[in-house]
Structure formats: C-alpha cells, structure tokens
C-alpha cells in the first residue's frame, strides 16, 4: 500500500509545483485576433493595430529574430 502511495504522492506534488509556475508567468491578452481588411488594391498600403494587454502578473517581453 505504501509503496502505491508514493507514486501518487510524487504527481501530486508535481502537479501542485507545475500549476504554481504557470500562475507566476506573463500572459498576453489580444482584444481581437483577426482582422478583416475587405478588398485592397493592388500597390495600395494597408496597416492595422492589434491591442493586447498583459493579463499577466511577470513583465511580458518580445524577442525579435530576423528572417
């Protein structure tokens, strides 16, 4: 019996750890993922905005990587 238990035990544990460190994280919120920009002539620039807010409780950071 107690050898079942501490299988169980160990995964609980994790499971309680893993859970914590999610809570602990930036979390970035879009207010709308899709954008409907209708049709655009051809050579005509477009552009838009996409607001999101860190819902969060870590600062959310970007990391830029060249193509």
């Not at 709308?32 to 838009?48: E, M, N, R, V």
């Amino acid at each position: 019996m107690k050898k079942a238990l501490l299988p169980v035990g160990i995964a609980v544990l994790l499971l309680f750890w893993f859970a914590g460190t999610a809570l602990c994280a930036p979390r970035a919120v879009f207010k709308s993922l899709t954008h409907d920009a209708g049709q655009i002539p051809q050579g005509k620039d477009l552009s838009t905005e996409f607001l999101l807010k860190n819902a969060g409780n870590e600062p959310l950071t970007f990391k830029v990587r060249p193509c």
